[in-house]
């Protein structure tokens, strides 16, 4: 559910980038790739998180708001800020799976893309399939609990 709207925020992000580049070249646009983090919208939200949701998410764990903001004020004023902001391995990976037409940062960032995409996308595979095992289990608990 939240990939979609997710998709939609990096692309505009991607248009605003080239929007601004010659009427405003020393406005950065970032686009962050936070982990869930341990607020209380995320304990509220928690309370209402299907099962299914909760066993998806669980893996990454919770992040701490604090960390999470100083990393993402400490990137937005670097003197050459990167367009993706991440802050762990997962936020990491899904930023260069996702590169497509997106801005580039630095030399080391293209080469990590050109490179790795390929195992990246091997890794993806699995996680992908890792994710529909555990939605087809809940739904066979589900059906089985409604006597189907």
Same mark, same amino acid.
């Given at each position: 559910? =939240? ?17 601004? +580049?010659?009427? /405003? #070249?020393? +406005? %950065? ?7 869930? =983090?341990?607020? #209380?919208?995320?304990?509220?939200? &928690? ?5 299914? =949701?909760?066993?998806? @998410?669980?893996?990454? *764990?919770? !992040? ?9 004020? %400490?990137?937005?004023?670097? &003197? %050459? #800020? $990167? ?9 990491? !990976?899904?930023?260069? +799976? &996702?590169? *497509?037409? *997106?801005?580039?940062?630095? +030399? @080391? ?5 050109? &490179?790795?995409? #390929? ?14 095992? =555990?939605?087809?289990?809940?739904? /066979?608990?589900? $059906? ?5």
């Amino acid at each position: 559910l =939240t990939s979609k709207p997710k998709c939609a925020i990096r692309g505009f992000a991607e248009c605003m980038c080239y929007e601004l +580049l010659t009427s /405003k #070249p020393n +406005l %950065h646009i970032q686009v962050a790739y936070p982990a869930d =983090t341990k607020t #209380p919208g995320y304990e509220e939200e &928690s309370k209402m998180m299907p099962p299914i =949701t909760k066993a998806l @998410s669980e893996t990454a *764990g919770l !992040a701490d708001p604090a960390d999470t903001g100083r990393a993402m004020v %400490h990137a937005a004023f670097q &003197s %050459h #800020p $990167k367009f993706a902001v991440y802050f762990n391995i997962d936020g990491w !990976a899904l930023s260069n +799976l &996702s590169a *497509g037409f *997106g801005p580039v940062s630095n +030399l @080391s960032d293209a080469m990590v893309q050109i &490179s790795l995409l #390929p195992l990246f996308r091997w890794i993806a595979l699995f996680v992908q399939n890792d994710f529909y095992n =555990t939605i087809r289990r809940f739904a /066979k608990k589900d $059906k089985t609990q409604k006597g189907d």
